[in-house]
């Protein structure tokens, strides 16, 4: 039976409600995170990624909206990992946890609401295709850090996402690139954004508007770790119509090859070499097979 944390105790998932009234659902007043559990088969576990590191971003964006979780990341961590070993899962999982403001008020303001927490969790493979996906330039810009902070997982501001990546499906592609309002690349609907040039993998600034993504962070980790050099630079549009390499990464989307981008090929309109190398062992950590990164995961027993 799927189930939620909420209100301090274990629930249902289909008891785990709110009033239509709900500052939260009006104004979009909630910050949430998103968070992957990968489980082994061979091994018979069940390992969340990043698990510290995703509640310890939760909390700066819940301090950045003014939300007080009510709980503090240890604790989180501990619900968190309740929450999966009651509902004994046997494959890979995305865990949501989430705090909004909570009273059922009508007014523009992010003082004197009750705050409120939950986390639920559910069954998830791949987001977005890893043979290659086409995605398309938004016309859409990426929300600007003085409007809507970016590095905020804030729920009213992924409208921005929806707006864009609906555009993009309904105009046959499977994603969106945002830019800044200065032109420079940003980043995926939803998901960090990273090329490949001349044997660098190059990957925009958390300043361009994106967020502090924690598998941006993990990337740049693995492709130093195999010799491979890393700049964090602004971008331009163009520059993605001649890159060797192009892929989006994130919890939800993993890794995402692009091959076609404005229907213009990436390289040869294949997945290639470097990207699927870091994608090979990506896969292979998260699931706990890289003992060197094995400080990344928190098993669920």
């Known amino acids: ?167 993009a499906h309904l105009a046959g592609f499977d994603d969106a690139i945002f830019l800044t309002e200065s032109g420079h690349v940003a980043e995926g609907s939803a998901a960090n954004l990273f090329m490949v040039r001349d044997g660098t993998l190059v990957t925009p600034a958390v300043s361009d508007n994106i967020l502090e993504g924690i598998t941006r962070n993990i990337i740049m980790l693995l492709a130093r770790d195999q010799g491979l050099p890393v700049s964090v630079r602004p971008i331009d549009r163009t520059e993605l119509y001649v890159c060797d390499e192009l892929f989006l990464v994130g919890t939800g989307v993993q890794i995402s090859p692009v091959t076609r981008i404005d229907h213009r090929n990436v390289g040869p309109g294949t997945v290639g070499p470097v990207t699927e190398h870091i994608h090979s062992r990506y896969r292979q950590a998260v699931r706990g097979d890289v003992p060197e990164y094995l400080d990344w995961l928190t098993l669920v027993n």
């Open 1 to 167: 039976m799927p189930l939620a944390y909420f209100k301090n105790e274990f629930v249902p998932l289909d008891q785990a409600t709110v009033s239509v009234a709900t500052h939260g659902l009006n104004y979009g007043t909630g910050c949430f995170e998103g968070i992957r559990a990968y489980y082994n088969e061979a091994q018979g576990k069940l390992y969340i990624l990043k698990l510290r590191e995703h509640y310890e971003r939760f909390v700066r964006s819940c301090s950045i909206m003014r939300i007080d979780p009510g709980h503090s990341v240890d604790e989180m961590i501990t619900q968190t990992v309740e929450l999966l070993r009651r509902q004994n899962f046997h494959q890979d999982v995305y865990i949501r946890p989430l705090a909004f403001k909570a009273d059922p008020v009508i007014k523009v303001t992010l003082e004197g609401i009750h705050d409120e927490f939950a986390v639920f969790a559910v069954p998830m493979g791949d987001y977005l295709p890893t043979n290659g996906i086409h995605v398309m330039i938004s016309a859409w810009r990426r929300l600007e850090d003085n409007a809507i902070p970016s590095r905020a997982k804030v729920t009213g501001s992924y409208v921005n996402t929806a707006l864009a990546v609906t555009d």
